[in-house]
């Protein structure tokens, strides 16, 4: 079991840049594959980036590709998100998960995600 904190959320500008954090605690976080998903007030939860178990694969939502980008350090047991030129609908609770499986990663449907951080709130003001 993999327990995973979020941080860096914030108030932010529109225009401006945010690196999200999410630390893992667990011998076994470089075995699973890790994503990151959000959720606006009365909307369903949204994925937004998945990476592999070492960090050579990733795969992001196609609106958000140009700005957002997924990355991990797991000498660091910790999962990035990058997020550049944030915009007013950017705001939300972002997640991080890890798969439940070991033996596949990329996957858009939360379901197949099993441990959830608590969240880290972004706002982005217009």
């Known amino acids: 079991q993999v327990k995973l904190v979020e941080s860096g959320g914030g108030l932010v500008q529109a225009g401006d840049s945010l690196r999200l954090s999410c630390a893992g605690t667990g011998r076994t976080f470089s075995s699973h594959g890790m994503g990151w998903f959000r959720q606006a007030p009365g909307k369903e939860r949204e994925f937004v980036a998945a990476?592999?178990?070492?960090?050579?694969?990733?795969m992001h939502a196609d609106s958000l590709l140009d700005r957002f980008t997924i990355s991990r350090d797991n000498a660091k047991t910790t999962l990035y998100l990058q997020m550049i030129r944030l915009k007013s609908e950017d705001s939300g609770v972002y997640y991080c998960?890890?798969?439940?499986?070991?033996?596949?990663?990329?996957?858009?449907?939360?379901?197949?995600?099993?441990?959830w951080g608590q969240g880290t709130q972004v706002t982005v003001s217009s």
């Open positions: 998960a890890a798969r439940a499986s070991t033996d596949t990663w990329g996957s858009t449907d939360p379901r197949d995600y099993d441990n």
């Open positions: 990476i592999d178990w070492n960090g050579s694969n990733t």
